[in-house]
Every structure is written in structure tokens, then in C-alpha cells.
């Protein structure tokens, strides 16, 4: 069972930024596309974005878009999420996970390996 690292997250006040990476050893994951999902107390977890194999397609939840940034680094077997102008409701556990296909078209359905998750607070 491939078990994916990640890193980052923490506490943030509002309006801050964090990054968190994902990554692995002993398994490239250049050849799949990763997404990251978040699940707040209480609710269900939310794909919120995903990069393809070779980056050549990203896609963002609404909720993210315009302040998450989603990237990879192949040399690095890594990836990664830039998270700016944080919100109070972005509070939630974070996972990475690797898709079992190259692109994110269907993101939600094709998860295969996840990261262990990392907290994220959001709070003044």
C-alpha cells in the first residue's frame, strides 16, 4: 500500500497563506494526476483541486479558486498546494491524494493512494 507524505499546514490568521506538499518515496507519481481534498468537522469531504500528469490541466472548487494555487514538481516527485487569503471556513483536515489515471476528469471517483492529512486552522 503506497502511502503518500504530506506536509504543511498549521494555524493561519485569516487573510494568511500556508502551503502543503505531498510526496512519496520509492514511487514516481509523475505519471498521475493529484488532487487535493479537505473535510471539515462535521461535513463531507470536498475535492477542491487537481493537477494532471504533466500539469497541462488544473481545475479548483469554487470555493478555492482564485486564492488556492495547485502545482507539481516532477524532479521533486512532489506536490504541491499554495494557499493564500485564507478564510476562516477553509478549516479542515487536507489530504492529497494520487489519482489512478493521468487526468483529473473525474477527480472525485479515481482517487487511489491519500496522503495521512494535515490540519489547517484558519482562525483570528
Known amino acids: 500500500q503506497l502511502q503518500l507524505v504530506q506536509s504543511g499546514g498549521g494555524l493561519v490568521q485569516p487573510g494568511g497563506s500556508l502551503t502543503l506538499s505531498c510526496t512519496t518515496s520509492g514511487f514516481t507519481l509523475n505519471y498521475y494526476a493529484i488532487a487535493w481534498f479537505r473535510q471539515a468537522p462535521g461535513k463531507e469531504r470536498e475535492g477542491i483541486s487537481c493537477?494532471?500528469?504533466?500539469?497541462?490541466?488544473?481545475k479548483y472548487a469554487d470555493s478555492v479558486k482564485g486564492r488556492f494555487t495547485i502545482s507539481r514538481d516532477g524532479t521533486k516527485n512532489t506536490a504541491s498546494l499554495q494557499m493564500n487569503s485564507l478564510k476562516p471556513e477553509d478549516t479542515a483536515v487536507y489530504y492529497c491524494?494520487?489519482?489512478?489515471?493521468?487526468?483529473?476528469?473525474?477527480?472525485?471517483?479515481?482517487?487511489?493512494?491519500w496522503g495521512q492529512g494535515t490540519q489547517v486552522t484558519v482562525t483570528s
Open positions: 491524494s494520487m489519482l489512478r489515471s493521468a487526468d483529473c476528469d473525474n477527480y472525485y471517483g479515481d482517487t487511489y493512494y
Open positions: 493537477i494532471s500528469s504533466r500539469s497541462r490541466n488544473t
